[in-house]
């Protein structure tokens, strides 16, 4: 197991309650059997055991000039650990993050990490899609275009608004909950979103995500409960059959959003 010293830049716990805590630190050890292990991220719970747990996310071997830029339009983990709690303060259904840092370590490079509370048993939207009765895959899908027609009506773009980016709580029916994550790249704005080119790109893919699942009558259905009359739920579905991803159109409409939304900030600080 390796160790790793995080520097912790604002928490909503005290970290002296953990093993490993101190005033503005956090030594964890990194388990050998992670939750998720890639080149560039890492997820793990910490303690290793107990009932009341942390899941740590951690961005790694971030290079020097991605690292520089960081420092300009902001880091990750702080970007989701605010819209977590922009969310969470508008009683929207989302994990509930507490705290985030960034640091270096000579085996994990530059990183930056956030931290969430566990939600035991909990597993994502994707993974047990399948398995569901087609009526309640289509009502958990509707109920997850309400939320994110909530998140816009409170200014916050999703940015991969995807199943695998919801978590669903164990039970049947109504007794399931489920809570929105993965928001590393959100922006969040001053006004309504919705009807706007953020919104739409939401839209897109969040109807992308889920059509295999509930067909294209549980789509308008779940977009009729986002709040769309039947020609704007006609203007998504064509734009999803015309919509062609490529790398560089994603990050052309990141690179706008991210202007849009420090303008809106901008401009409700001035009004």
């Known amino acids: 197991m390796s160790r790793l010293h995080i520097p912790v830049r604002e928490s909503h716990l005290a ?13 964890v050890e990194v388990p050998p059997d992670p939750l998720k292990d890639e080149y560039d991220t890492l997820i793990f719970p910490w303690p290793p055991e107990g009932e009341s747990r942390l899941i740590l996310k951690i961005y790694r071997r971030i290079g020097i000039l991605h690292w520089m830029r960081k420092h300009i339009v902001g ?31 000579p085996e994990h490079g530059r990183f930056e990490v956030l931290a969430t509370r566990e939600i035991p048993g909990a597993v994502t939207l994707e993974e047990i899609a399948r398995s569901l009765a087609p009526r309640e ?30 978590l669903v709580t164990l039970g049947e029916g109504s007794s399931r ?31 992308n995500s889920t059509r295999r699942y509930v067909g294209k009558i549980g789509v308008r259905a779940a977009l009729a409960q986002y709040g769309l009359e039947a020609a ?38 001035r009004g």
């Open 15 to 27: 970290l002296s309650s953990l093993p490993g805590g101190s005033p503005g630190w956090l030594v």
């Open 75 to 105: 880091f990750r983990a702080r970007r989701e650990f605010r819209t977590l709690g922009v969310l969470r303060a508008a009683s929207i259904d989302c994990c509930e993050a507490m705290f985030w840092g960034i640091g270096h370590s």
């Open 137 to 166: 895959r289509a009502e958990l899908v509707a109920r997850l275009f309400e939320q994110l027609a909530r998140m816009h009506r409170r200014g916050v773009y999703h940015g991969a608004p995807y199943l695998a980016n919801v």
């Open 177 to 207: 909950r489920f809570f929105i994550l993965d928001l590393e790249k959100s922006i969040c704005f001053s006004r309504d979103i919705r009807g706007s080119r953020m919104a739409s790109f939401d839209l897109l893919n969040i109807v």
């Open 232 to 269: 704007e739920i006609q203007r998504v579905l064509d734009a999803v059959t015309a919509y062609r991803s490529s790398k560089f159109q994603r990050y052309r409409r990141r690179a706008e959003f991210l202007a849009r939304g420090v303008l809106s900030r901008v401009l409700m600080r």
